[in-house]
């Protein structure tokens, strides 16, 4: 049921630019997006560590939406660490500057082939073997939407890849409300 929901969700915002966003606790994101990415993780022996901030508890989202690009994220982590001596997953929230509360994920793998990291969310551009190179893209695409700010950024380390991504807060908006892309460029 909740694949289904994923892609039809995604489906009506790739074509029609909806969504559904209302105030959502972005720790029980996190934690069912984690229970969804480390299905069958166990066995490679991935050190889950969160460190999450419960002043940036409530954001304005899409909640099926926002779920998908954490799955993604995580399990993009999870793959890049199958081969690394050490596999240690981090998310972590905290508040950020003009009601914006920041996700990050960060991963102990080999670090992002800098041939790759300046196209790194552009479609079609992948560092995996059999990537279609499109995940990051979508998942880019669906935080620009939910919060005009700074978009999803990242950095490499020699050990530590870490994604970012700004989310608002809730504080203001209250309630459900039904948003279209299109609608609002009018």
Known sequence: MRAGQIVRRLRDFMSHGEMERRSESLQRLINEANALALVGSREHGIDVQLSLDPRGDQVFVDRIQIQQVLVNLIRNAIEAMIDAPQRCLTLT????????VEVVVEDTGPGMDQAVAPQLF?????????????????????????????????????????????????????GFHRYSETAARS
Do not use: Y
């Not at 929230?93 to 914006?100: D, F, I, M, V």
């Not at 552009?122 to 279609?132: D, E, L, Y």
């Open 93 to 100: 929230t905290r508040s950020a500057p003009g009601e914006l």
């Open 122 to 174: 552009q479609p079609f551009v992948t560092s995996k073997p059999n990537g279609m190179g499109i995940g990051l893209s979508i998942c880019r695409t669906i935080v620009e939407s939910q919060c005009p700010q700074p978009p999803m950024t990242w950095a490499n380390t020699a050990s530590v890849v870490c994604l970012r991504a700004r989310f608002c807060r809730s504080s203001r908006r209250k």
